[in-house]
T-cell receptor
Framework: EAQVTQNPRYLITVTGKKLTVTCSQN?????MSWYRQDPGLGLRQIYY???????DKGDVPEGYKVSRKEKRNFPLILESPSPNQTSLYFC????????????????FGPGTRLTVL | AQSVTQLDSHVSVSEGTPVLLRCNYS??????LFWYVQHPNKGLQLLLK??????LVKGINGFEAEFKKSETSFHLTKPSAHMSDAAEYFC???????????????FGAGTILRVKS
């Protein structure tokens, strides 16, 4: 089944304790992206990756890191989490980035609900 | 820069009556437009998309949307609401004109649809 998977689905942690949220897709998609969802704000892009070893900042990158060593995986790293990073996080992927010019549908993972105390 | 405004944060309808969720967009280039739906505690699912073909777009579950360039609108409609339509709906714009940003999506703040029996 074609899908985007995220782990963990739920995480409660404390300020300053480094964590990683994994994201994996099995559709051979080039483009992957991370979003955070906060009430009344919709989804905002954190980082995106056009392809392996190519990543760039989205609209709200502060406090986050990403890597894209393999096509299928795009982990989100919080080196020193803070309470303002408590949110619902979504990973997404699509077939292509630049060539598609934004026409391709993005497929979303199930979400990771993170609470930072 | 592109932006999306969803004109209603909450919409309440009775089962069997029409649904109208309003969306206005701003884009410097020829946009792609999407509607995504998020059911409680679920990920996001694509309802429909407009990518400069037919201006009236039909999606899943009986939803459709009409792209009106002169009004910069992309309202979502359904002739008859069903209880299962209760969810949050996001209008999304993707900029086709900037390859550097690949498949960047900009989300509206969301509209919560409530369906009364």
């Amino acid at each position: 089944e074609a899908q985007v998977t995220q782990n963990p689905r739920y995480l409660i942690t404390v300020t300053g304790k480094k964590l990683t949220v994994t994201c994996s897709q099995n559709m051979n998609h080039e483009y992957m992206s991370w979003y955070r969802q906060d009430p009344g704000l919709g989804l905002r892009q954190i980082y995106y990756s056009m392809n392996v070893e190519v990543t760039d900042k989205g609209d709200v990158p502060e406090g986050y890191k990403v890597s894209r060593k393999e096509k299928r995986n795009f982990p989100l790293i919080l080196e020193s989490p803070s309470p303002n990073q408590t949110s619902l996080y979504f990973c997404a992927s699509s077939l292509s980035g630049a060539l598609a010019g934004g026409r391709n549908e993005q497929f979303f993972g199930p979400g990771t609900r993170l609470t930072v105390l | 820069a592109q932006s999306v405004t969803q004109l209603d944060s909450h919409v309440s309808v009775s089962e069997g009556t029409p649904v109208l969720l309003r969306c206005n967009y701003s884009s410097s280039y020829s946009p792609s437009l999407f509607w995504y739906v998020q059911h409680p505690n679920k990920g996001l699912q694509l309802l429909l998309k407009y990518t400069s073909a037919a201006t009236l777009v039909k999606g899943i579950n009986g939803f459709e949307a009409e792209f009106k360039k002169s009004e910069t609108s992309f309202h979502l409609t359904k002739p008859s609401a069903h209880m299962s339509d209760a969810a949050e709906y996001f209008c999304v714009v993707s900029d086709q004109g900037k390859p550097r940003y690949g498949n960047k999506l900009v989300f509206g703040a969301g509209t919560i649809l409530r369906v009364k029996s």
